[in-house]
């Protein structure tokens, strides 16, 4: 691109552009070129080359930050929410499988799952699943971010720490859902090609949005237990044959039954 800068009369060329590395770690560069004539058909070319990974990395996860907060305030329902959410973090992460495992309270070490995504494609489990000793129960109990090779599984499991359920991936990440000391489940990504695809930033990446889902996971539920309270309400002034109203300080009508 620097030749056809230079042979189209250009003096400078500036490129962004991305390399993955011989251990599979993709890093991003920039090429700042100047161009100076230094006699017939000779040209003096400087070029400096800046390693911007770090300011690429930040920038995307500013990105899919914003993306989190985006779906759990416009998401017209839940799935749609966590859908988002894990494109946002398939963009971002090297994961093959996503959930969200909400806790049962009517049960212990029970979890349903509104969404779970592998490359399958996504699904909800709606039913609760009982899993005593899994790695999500683990992360529940211990409420605290879990990150485990499947090595580490094997160990732990033939200690008898854990209980490995399903398919094993290469590497496990899950995080707790925390809101105001309230558990509401875990959020889970897994990835069954590499052993040990995630650095230290990309784990504190998975727990912030993880505490983002969490409050999204309770205010929408707020304002779903709100709605229903409404609806009742309503049903219960309609049912009366009274005349029954509501109004603000101004004297304005705000509820009315018919």
Request: charged letters at 30%.
């Amino acid at each position: 691109l620097w030749l056809t800068a230079m042979r189209e009369g250009s003096r400078e060329h500036h490129a962004e552009y991305r390399c993955k590395a011989n251990d599979g770690e993709i890093r991003w560069f920039r090429d700042d070129v100047s161009i100076e004539p230094a006699g017939k058909d000779e040209w003096l070319i400087v070029s400096v080359t800046t390693d911007i990974t770090e300011r690429e990395r930040v920038a995307q996860t500013e990105a899919v930050l914003a993306e989190v907060l985006e779906a759990a305030h416009d998401a017209s329902t839940d799935y749609e929410m966590y859908e988002r959410i894990h494109k946002s973090l398939a963009g971002l992460l090297d994961m093959t499988a996503f959930a969200v495992a909400l806790v049962d309270p009517d049960q212990e070490d029970a979890f349903v799952f509104p969404y779970w995504a592998d490359e399958s494609g996504p699904v909800s489990i709606d039913e609760p699943i009982t899993i005593p000793r899994s790695r999500t129960a683990v992360v529940a109990r211990a409420r605290h971010t879990l990150y485990i090779t499947a090595a580490q599984s094997q160990e732990r499991a033939a200690a008898g720490d854990i209980d490995l359920h399903g398919a094993h991936p290469a590497a496990w990440l899950g995080t707790p859902l925390i809101v105001e000391d309230r558990l509401l489940g875990v959020l889970r990504v897994m990835n069954h090609a590499h052993a040990d695809p995630y650095t230290a930033r990309e784990v504190d990446i998975i727990t912030y949005v993880a505490q983002q889902v969490a409050i999204a996971i309770d205010r929408r539920a707020a304002h779903s237990a709100l709605r229903a309270e409404q609806r009742i309400f309503q049903s219960i002034m309609d049912s009366v044959p009274d005349t029954i109203y509501v109004k603000d300080r101004e004297s304005r009508f705000v509820r009315i039954n018919e």
